[in-house]
């Protein structure tokens, strides 16, 4: 993708977006990030990326701006036993030594799934 949107103005909106919204886009995935502003422009109506760019970083953000830019900016994809190889660390390398610590105490493991969409990563866990 030929990017439109200077280095300087995706590098003060990719630390913007980290501090907003916790979301991490480093050089190498600006033009992802200008792709997803890019959408949001259109939802927004306005013009293009740069448009958006300015008009976020100059007024507060608000519910609504943060669902259209979440809609934009992060995958929407969920499906049970997703990111196999994942899911084989967990099983093999990272399980084993922290259920041997449990033997003897505490019984219950907890097992945190970030940004789950609708429910399949976590029931892929505990499965």
């Known amino acids: 993708m030929d990017r439109t949107v200077p280095d300087a103005r995706l590098s003060e909106f990719s630390e913007f977006v980290a501090i ?39 007024n507060p953000v608000t519910r609504d701006h943060v669902d259209v830019l979440a809609s934009h900016l992060t995958i929407g994809e969920t499906y049970f036993f997703r990111e196999k190889q994942s899911l084989d660390v967990l099983e093999k390398q990272i399980l084993p030594p922290l259920l041997r610590a449990r033997s003897e105490g505490e019984r219950r493991l907890r097992i945190w799934s970030a940004g789950c969409a609708a429910g399949e990563e976590p029931y892929s866990l505990a499965v």
Request: a negative charge.
């Open 20 to 58: 907003q919204f916790g979301l991490h886009f480093p050089r190498e995935r600006w033009d992802d990030l200008e792709r997803g502003i890019s959408a949001a422009a259109r939802d927004f109506g306005l013009p293009d990326a740069q448009a958006c760019i300015r008009w976020l970083l100059s």
